[in-house]
């Protein structure tokens, strides 16, 4: 079974652009979470998408958004981009139901680099 | 709020010898337990968890973790480290209700020397 993937694998971007990343869960799953992980701040939760619906979101702006698409892929975007934006977003995904739900399979990640 | 730690930012083991990680968690209630390795580069990959039942929890590439519920620990242990166990570890808490998410302590990074 393929596992998760991400892509693209490595982005720069200027400050005050947007981006977008996108994910793809394992076959089955249709629970679809996004961290961002940063030496300073470590692994962070930023929203999490069941069923094209978002159930639960982390403390950041309105700046970062995501969807779900009816095939459980999933996408973010970050809109104008801050220095502090670069990381390695991961994406995760798991059955988001039941006693297992809550599982998660990670993909490779993106490494963004804002200048 | 729930909150994971993992006490030692860095370990130095020497191959061959055993390795200890430390995890604490403070929750209400007994969480769902993982822990996750991360090689450079590389996305987490999920080592073992604890559900429900026998507290000790066995996992991939010969980790095991013991769960301990009056010490809120939930502790990862492998009797020999390899070389190729060099990476930073996870420990991330779950909760048991409909609430999807998972919260990560800060990482261990092990050094393996030879």
């Known amino acids: 079974k393929a596992g998760v993937t991400q892509t693209p694998r490595y982005l720069i971007k200027t400050r005050g652009q947007q981006v977008t990343l996108s994910c793809s869960p394992i076959?089955?799953?249709?629970?679809v979470s996004w961290y961002q992980q940063t030496p300073g701040q470590g692994l962070q939760f930023l929203f999490e998408?069941?069923?094209?619906?978002q159930r639960n979101k982390g403390n950041f702006p309105g700046r970062f958004s995501g969807r779900q698409f009816s095939n459980s892929r999933s996408e973010m975007n970050v809109s104008t981009l801050e220095l502090g934006d670069s990381a390695l977003y991961l994406c995760?995904?798991?059955w988001g139901q039941g006693l297992f739900g809550v599982e998660q399979y990670f993909g490779p990640g993106t490494r963004l680099t804002v200048t | 709020a729930q909150s994971v730690t993992q006490p030692d930012i860095h370990i130095t083991v020497s191959e061959g010898a055993s390795l200890e990680l430390r995890c604490n968690y403070s929750?209400?209630?007994?969480?769902?337990l993982f822990w996750y390795v991360q090689s450079p580069g590389q996305g987490l990959q999920l080592l073992l968890k604890?559900?429900?039942?026998?507290?000790l929890v066995q996992g991939i590439k010969g980790f095991e973790a013991e769960f301990k519920r009056s010490q809120s620990s939930f502790n990862l242990r492998k009797p020999s480290v390899h070389w190729s166990d060099a990476a930073e570890y996870f420990c991330?808490?779950?909760?048991?209700?409909?609430?999807?998410?998972?919260?990560f302590g800060a990482g261990t990074t092990v050094t393996v020397r030879a």
């Open positions: 995760a995904s798991s």
């Open positions: 929750y209400g209630a007994t969480p769902y």
């Open positions: 604890y559900f429900s039942g026998d507290t």
């Open positions: 991330a808490v779950g909760k048991r209700s409909n609430d999807y998410k998972l919260s």
């Open positions: 076959s089955g799953h249709r629970s």
């Open positions: 998408y069941f069923s094209e619906t």
